[in-house]
């Protein structure tokens, strides 16, 4: 008989449920490659009337936070049932009684992940949140040990699943944008407060953690530019792809000259660019390494299933460190001080959508408030609107955000011109 490892599960949501199945569903194969039978003891719920995906069987349903983290016979926490303040609070209190910790929390991985890191040296214990970042895809993992080796120069990511799902429907259905979220909803994919998916703040959050393991460094959340899909117009979207590019929502990564800039925004990809091709609630990491060039992880990055693939493959790294007598090791030991980029080193193509007066001369003035900003023009578009306004689209050649930023601030200044959309446009 194999001895048992217990585990205290902290959520029986989502990814809770999925949890709790696979590690019923596989049991046999986990026992054989940890050397343990991995059990689940408790689980901590609000509502114990509730009606779960699956039967409460050979656990504990309990509302009590205190019998699942004060258990001694619990070994191991699983926390999937979010919030920052709370799941901070217990998660802490778990390392200081000596119990490892598993979670899919990026919320608070990326605003707290440095000090649970250092409660769990001390106490030495794990902690492990590969379920944090791009759900199913195991990335950071890859990051920490299979590049290892390489300098990575760049990170982009489609990290959110239900934003991705939106725009993928949006794009390929024509679904409208409270049609194509209220079904990422219904699917399981979104945060329990949307706002944080289609406000780009949970890819913000996975941007920040990807930071910390491929660039060492720790950038605050606010310090990431962050747009959401909000306010995405079929307009944009048709006449990107007449342009040949789709509309993504992308978190960009950027070391340059051992500074980093990280921001996350709609983007417009080449339909020919890998990213492109990433649909629905599948997630996909676009790392460039100066030694290993573009390489790209892609897979399911939200759902029940998926998410709690990664967080039972943490599970299993628990199990194998405890056996190994090599719990406490910190899962990623690469640190670099943390410098940005300033806005005149970072560059990019842009697409500016804008409303403009149709009379002599108004283009004229836009040509002048780009030139004098230095962004020139890679491809223009008109269509008229009605007798007196057209619809003018700009994809600039490559300027630095300072330059951009005066160009924005130009057309602003003008009555007869309206920016309507800017958006980043990634090059192929
Ligand atoms: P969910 O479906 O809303 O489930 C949350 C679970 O936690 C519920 O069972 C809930 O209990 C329980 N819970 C919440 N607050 C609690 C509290 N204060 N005390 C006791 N129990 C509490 O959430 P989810 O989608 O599984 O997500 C869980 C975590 O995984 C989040 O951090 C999320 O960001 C992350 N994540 C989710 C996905 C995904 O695809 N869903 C993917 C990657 C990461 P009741 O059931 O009784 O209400
Ligand atoms: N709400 C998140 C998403 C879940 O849509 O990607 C996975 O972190």
Same mark, same amino acid.
């Given at each position: ?147 290892? %080796? =390489?300098?990575?120069?760049? +990170?982009? @990511? *489609? ?7 939106? &725009? /993928? ?22 945060? %329990? =407060?949307?706002?944080?998916? +289609?406000? @780009? *703040? ?7 953690? &990807? /930071? ?23 307009? =944009? ?192």
């Amino acid at each position: 008989m194999k001895a048992k490892l217990q585990v205290g599960v902290l959520g029986f949501g989502t990814v809770g449920s999925g949890v709790i199945r696979i590690l019923k569903e596989h049991q046999e194969k986990i026992s054989q490659v940890t050397g343990y039978d991995i059990t689940v003891k408790k689980v901590l719920v609000r509502d114990l009337e509730k009606n779960r995906r699956y039967e409460a069987e050979g656990f504990t349903l309990t509302t009590e936070p205190k019998d699942v983290l004060d258990d001694p016979e619990i070994a191991v926490i699983v926390e999937v049932m979010g919030s920052i303040t709370t799941a901070h609070h217990y998660i802490l209190h778990a390392l200081k009684a000596g119990k490892s910790v598993v979670t899919a929390n990026k919320d608070l991985i990326a605003i707290h992940g440095d000090e649970l890191v250092a409660v769990a040296q001390e106490n030495h214990c794990d902690l492990f949140y590969e379920a944090s970042v791009a759900g199913g895809i195991p990335i950071l993992r890859t990051i920490v040990n299979s590049l290892a %080796a =390489d300098r990575i120069k760049k +990170v982009l @990511g *489609i990290v959110n699943g239900t934003t991705n799902y939106m &725009l /993928t429907q949006m794009t390929a259905s024509n679904k409208s944008y409270e049609e194509a979220l209220q079904e990422a909803q219904d699917l399981g994919f979104a945060e %329990a =407060d949307p706002t944080s998916d +289609v406000d @780009g *703040i949970d890819a913000a959050r996975k941007m920040v953690i &990807l /930071t910390r393991l491929a660039f060492g460094m720790n950038v605050n959340l606010d310090d990431v530019k962050t747009k959401g899909i909000r306010g995405i117009s079929q307009k =944009d979207i048709a006449i990107a792809s007449q342009l040949g590019y789709r509309v993504k929502l992308v978190g960009q990564a950027e070391e340059i000259d051992n500074t980093v800039d990280v921001a996350v925004g709609p983007v417009l990809l080449p339909k020919a660019h890998p990213l492109s091709g990433v649909s629905d609630e599948n997630n996909a990491v676009f790392v460039t390494g100066a030694a290993v060039g573009e390489t790209m992880f892609y897979g399911p990055g939200a759902g029940e299933m998926p998410t709690a693939t990664s967080v039972v493959s943490d599970l299993i790294t628990v199990a194998k460190n405890t056996k190994l007598g090599t719990i406490g090791n910190v899962f990623n030991r690469f640190v670099h001080e943390t410098k940005y980029t300033p806005a005149e080193k970072v560059f990019s193509k842009y697409y500016f959508r804008m409303q403009m007066n149709d009379k002599t001369g108004t283009f004229l003035k836009l040509t002048k408030i780009f030139a004098d900003a230095g962004v020139s023009f890679d491809k223009i578009l008109q269509e008229p609107n009605d007798k007196h306004t057209a619809t003018v689209v700009i994809i600039s050649h490559a300027a630095s955000r300072n330059q951009i930023d005066e160009a924005v601030r130009g057309v602003n200044a003008e009555p007869e011109m309206r920016l309507i959309t800017q958006y980043a446009v990634v090059e192929g």
